[in-house]
């Protein structure tokens, strides 16, 4: 392995800033995790590793024919996954005041909607796209990596994104269980539809 300590430990102080700045996945997980606990929102995250592994591959093999061709690709991803959360969120509008464990129509039903709600809004973050490729270049010399630095890179920049995002419902999880009152509960559902339809908004405008 030809990485050395120090650019691994930068490159980690790297995503750990890309973390803590707020953007579509906060937002998604802060939604899933407020109607449904942290049983909904694990498989978002679950989910955002997928693009978290994708986009650093991409980066370190330079395939601008894939970037060319997969920009047509994301352009409909985004469209589609920004329709999918604008109908999420008004449906769970609308349902504000139903109960989060029998009204099923709060959140989309089961870990796979979940996952792939993750993965679309993942591939659709500017914010991810920008970093992976245009600044993860600059911590690693990519002409020189090994396939066991590929592997290193890699796995760093699922498992950080991924152990944030996680802690990050198990946050929201605790508070949403302080909102037990029938006001405070469809407060948080409205809060969490205005929420998803901005991933929507912000999904299709970026």
């Known amino acids: 392995m030809t990485l050395s300590a120090g650019s691994l430990l930068f ?22 995790t407020l109607t449904g606990g942290f049983a909904a929102a694990w498989p978002l995250a679950v989910g955002v590793v997928l693009g978290d592994a994708l986009w650093p591959l991409v980066a370190i093999f330079g395939l601008g ?20 959360f604008a109908v999420m969120g008004l449906l769970l509008f609308r349902n504000a005041g139903q109960g989060i464990v029998t009204d099923s129509r709060l959140t989309p039903p089961g870990r796979l909607a979940g996952f792939m709600a993750g993965v679309a809004v993942i591939l659709g973050n500017p914010k991810a796209i920008l ?30 994104p991924l152990i944030g995002n996680l802690g990050f419902a198990l946050f929201i999880d605790r508070a949403r269980r302080l909102l037990a009152s029938p006001i405070a509960l469809r407060r948080t559902n409205r809060v969490a539809g205005v929420l998803l339809m901005l991933v929507g908004v912000v999904i299709a405008l970026s």
């Open 11 to 32: 490159y980690s102080g790297a995503l750990l800033v890309l973390f803590f700045t707020p953007g579509p996945v906060w937002v998604a997980l802060t939604a899933r």
């Open 65 to 84: 024919w894939v970037l060319s061709v997969f920009n047509g690709f994301m352009i409909l991803m985004r469209l589609v996954a920004a329709a999918t």
């Open 131 to 160: 970093f992976y490729m245009g600044v993860l270049p600059g911590f690693f010399d990519l002409s020189r990596v090994t396939a066991a630095d590929i592997a290193v890179i890699v796995l760093v920049s699922m498992l950080i």
